[in-house]
């Protein structure tokens, strides 16, 4: 391609600086585009920062302040992952999980379909300590 030609991409004459921006772009767009399982993953990981983030903290160890009053547990505690399996784990973070008063100490997720929550609860499954 000589230089005449490189100017024009898709009709817009572009600059040759940003020519090379765009060659780097775009096909990075176009793989995300086509990858839904890395589409998918972005929206989990949404969904766990706007739904779970402030209790469990980003990284899912309970280090937040919210945390610390809970006495949350640490997600990523092989030991804590292993206290239920997956069907538990919907049950009680789709119904919430109260304490031996009643107290609510886990509320029940709201806005989530069920299919997202597996998904979540899939997302919780890779936190795990190795
Ligand atoms: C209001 C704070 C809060 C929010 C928001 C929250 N959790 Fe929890 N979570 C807790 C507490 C407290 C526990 C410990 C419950 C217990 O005593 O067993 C817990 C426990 C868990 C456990 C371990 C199993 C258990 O019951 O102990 C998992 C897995 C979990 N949460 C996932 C999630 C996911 C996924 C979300 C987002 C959809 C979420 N949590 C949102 C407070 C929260």
Not at 77 to 85: E, G, I, S, T
Not at 99 to 122: C, F, P, S, Y
Request: with cysteine; charged share 25%.
């Amino acid at each position: 391609m000589n230089a005449a030609e490189s100017a024009i991409v898709c009709g817009i004459p572009v600059a040759q600086k940003s020519m090379n921006l765009r060659s780097i772009i775009l096909p990075s767009i176009v793989a995300l585009v086509l990858t839904p399982g890395l589409a998918r993953a972005l929206d989990i990981k949404t969904l766990w920062t706007k739904n779970c983030v402030q209790c469990h903290g980003e990284d899912g160890k309970g280090g937040t302040k919210m945390g610390k009053k809970l006495g949350i547990p640490n997600l990523t505690d092989p030991k804590v992952q292993a206290l239920y399996a997956d069907d538990e784990l919907f049950k009680r973070i789709k119904e919430g999980v109260n304490d031996a008063d009643g107290n609510v100490r886990m509320k029940a997720v709201e806005g989530v379909t069920d299919a997202e929550l597996k998904a979540l609860i899939k997302y919780v499954r890779t936190i795990v300590a190795k």
